[in-house]
C-alpha cells in the first residue's frame, strides 16, 4: 500500500492552509499514494495557542472537516487530517467545562482531534490527543493544557487497501511518541501500521524525533508514519519536520527535512509478517 506522509509549514490564515494542503493531497493521489496523512496543525498554526479557539468545530460539523471529506472523495483517498480543534460537548466532563466556559470564555478549551476519512468521504474514526504537550527552557513556553483537553482513549481503524489486504491502523499525535504504553496497547489490537502527525518544536525535534520514532516502529514491529510541521511559521515558531515513513525494522524508508513536502513509500505486508515471524518479540511479552 502506497503512503503518503505530507509535511507542511502551516500559517494563520486557515483558507491559505486548506489550499496548501489540498496541492500536496492531490500531489499524493497523482503519485499513487492509497493513505495520505496530514500533519498535525495542519489546518492553522496561529499567532496565539487561542487562535484555535476560534476555527473550533462540532464533531461533523465545519469547513476543515467538509474540506477533508470532500478531498477525500474527489481523490478516492484515505485522509487522515492531522488534528483540527473539535469542540468538547459529548461527555460529562466536557459538559462542565463548555458551562465554564459560557461563564469565562477564557476557560474554553477544546480536544486536538485527528479525523480519518475514507475514500468515500465517511469519517470512520476520531482519536483525541491524549498526552498534552508542556515545555519550558527559559527562551520557549508551551503549554497545551491552557487550550485543549487531553483524549482518553486509544483509537485504530481498519483500512482495506486496494490488493485487498486489511491494515489495523493506530492513532496518536507528537507528544504521545514520548508515551510507548500507548503505542503497546495499539501493538495489543494487532495495529500493522502507527500513525503520527506532529508539530515538534526544532529543539526537541533536534534532539528527539528520530530515536522515538524509530523506537517505535522496533518495538512494535510496525510501519510508522510520521507527517510533521517543517520550517519557520508566520508566529516565529520553527518546527523540526524531518517527515518520515518507517519499517518494522526500525528502516527510515523515506523523509524529507523541511519546507513542504509528500514523503512517500510502498508498504509491504509480506515484510510486516516476515519481520513478526524472524523476531517475534510481540509474542514475548510478559508484562
Known amino acids: 500500500m502506497k503512503t503518503a506522509a505530507l509535511q507542511m509549514v502551516s ?37 496565539d495557542e487561542k487562535d484555535k479557539l476560534r476555527i473550533r468545530e462540532r464533531p461533523g460539523h465545519g469547513p476543515v472537516q467538509d474540506f477533508l471529506a470532500s478531498t477525500a472523495r474527489e481523490l478516492g483517498l484515505w485522509i487522515v487530517g492531522g488534528t483540527l480543534p473539535i ?14 466556559a459560557a461563564q469565562d470564555p477564557s476557560a474554553l478549551r477544546v480536544y486536538n482531534s485527528t479525523r480519518v476519512y475514507t475514500p468515500q468521504g465517511e469519517c470512520v474514526a476520531q482519536y483525541d490527543k491524549i498526552h498534552l504537550f508542556r515545555y ?5 513556553r508551551y503549554d497545551e493544557a491552557r487550550t485543549l483537553l487531553p483524549g482518553r482513549e486509544p483509537v485504530h481503524f481498519d483500512l482495506t487497501s486496494r490488493d485487498g489486504q486489511t ?10 511518541l514520548r508515551f510507548p504504553e500507548l503505542y503497546r496497547a495499539h501493538a495489543r489490537a494487532g495495529a500493522d501500521l502507527l500513525l503520527v502527525p506532529s508539530a515538534f518544536t526544532h529543539t526537541t525535534g533536534q534532539a528527539h524525533w528520530e530515536p522515538l520514532l524509530r523506537a517505535r516502529a522496533i518495538e512494535n514491529l510496525a510501519y510508522v508514519a510520521a507527517a510533521a510541521q517543517g520550517g519557520v511559521h508566520a508566529n516565529g515558531r520553527r518546527t523540526w519536520g524531518h517527515t ?3 519499517d518494522p525494522w526500525g528502516g527510515v524508508l523515506d523523509q524529507h527535512a523541511e519546507g513542504e513536502a509528500v514523503v512517500l513509500a510502498e508498504l509491504d505486508a509480506r515484510w510486516l509478517v516476515q519481520c513478526r515471524q524472524q523476531l517475534p518479540a510481540l509474542e514475548h511479552r510478559v508484562l
Not at 519550558?136 to 520557549?140: A, F, K, S, T, V
Not at 491502523?169 to 507528544?175: A, D, I, N, R
Request: proline letters at 1%.
Open 11 to 47: 500559517g494563520a490564515d486557515l483558507v491559505a492552509n486548506l489550499a496548501r494542503a489540498r496541492e500536496l493531497l492531490v500531489r499524493a493521489a497523482g503519485e499513487g499514494a492509497e493513505l495520505a496523512v496530514l500533519p498535525e496543525y495542519f489546518c492553522l498554526l496561529g499567532h
Open 244 to 246: 518520515m515513513l518507517l
Open 136 to 140: 519550558d527552557n527559559g527562551r520557549e
Open 167 to 176: 491494515w489495523r491502523v493506530g492513532l496518536s499525535v507528537c507528544y504521545d
Open 87 to 100: 469542540e468538547a460537548a459529548t461527555d460529562a466532563r466536557a459538559g462542565a467545562v463548555t458551562e465554564v
